[in-house]
């Protein structure tokens, strides 16, 4: 059970990635697309694209989900507990990873850390914190030691931030949830997006204690322990 549960993880990272940097490439040379194909990459058209590179990657053996998962593959005994760093693992590289495919799709206003206007500092402040996210995911993947604390600062950080858009940032936040949803063609009330703002703490709260309630599970590969011989024994030198 355990490989086929892996091997369906390991695709399902190595699509997202794959996916990730197929609408990257689309976004920033939109022309090679036109060109090809006469017209603007579909969505339907970039999926067909990223399972064709996927086949590639998988063929050629440099599966990035495949590195991440193979001490939980190799892992001896085996019937250990892997689910808890599976399932944070799993969910922190991806989000890491679309946070900063968002970031490609232009600003909407959010807020960061007292930044509201769209400047080079806020970007790559945001890109940095979506680059922590998937690290500290590949870190709980690969069982590295010191993934339990860092994930728990990671997911401690939420509260602050949240905090700091709510009291400081209000405004700023609302008229983002609605500026999010005219991008991707949807109606949100200005109502609707407050009630969301006010609950945004405590939703926060609930989600950070569930997190670092699954984190407490995870397990952290052994660490290798060099056993240094007792003074006046046949292996000292003394």
């Known amino acids: 059970m355990r490989k086929y549960v892996l091997l ?9 990635w794959v996916n990730a940097a197929v609408v990257l ?12 194909l006469g017209q603007p990459a579909s969505w339907a058209a970039q999926q067909v694209l990223s399972l064709i590179l ?23 005994p085996a019937g250990q507990r892997q689910w808890a760093n599976l399932l944070l693992g799993t969910l922190g590289v991806l989000s890491g990873i679309w946070y900063l495919l968002r970031l490609t799709e232009g600003d909407d206003g959010t807020p960061f850390l007292f930044m509201v206007e ?7 402040a945001a890109a940095l914190y979506s680059a922590l996210y998937s690290w500290c995911g590949v870190m709980l993947l690969r069982f590295e030691p010191k993934a339990k604390l860092c994930n728990a600062l990671l997911f401690a950080s939420v509260l602050p931030l949240t905090a700091i858009n709510v009291i400081f940032s209000r405004d700023a936040l609302i008229a983002s949830m609605v500026a999010r949803a005219a991008i991707e063609g949807r109606s949100f009330p200005v109502e609707n997006a407050e ?41 000292s030198r003394a």
Do not use: H
């Open 118 to 124: 769209d400047t080079p500092l806020k970007t790559a």
């Open 54 to 76: 996927l086949s590639l990657v998988r063929v050629a053996n440099v599966s990035v989900g495949e590195w991440l998962l193979s001490y939980a593959q190799t892992e001896q």
């Open 8 to 16: 369906f993880l390991s695709l399902c990272i190595d699509y997202v």
């Open 25 to 36: 490439a689309d976004r920033l040379f939109p022309g090679v697309a036109e060109t090809v």
């Open 195 to 235: 009630v969301y703002a006010r609950v945004s703490i405590y939703y926060a709260i609930l989600l950070v204690a569930v997190m670092l309630a699954i984190l407490y599970f995870c397990r952290e590969r052994p660490t290798a322990s060099v056993e240094r011989p007792l003074e006046g024994s046949p292996g």
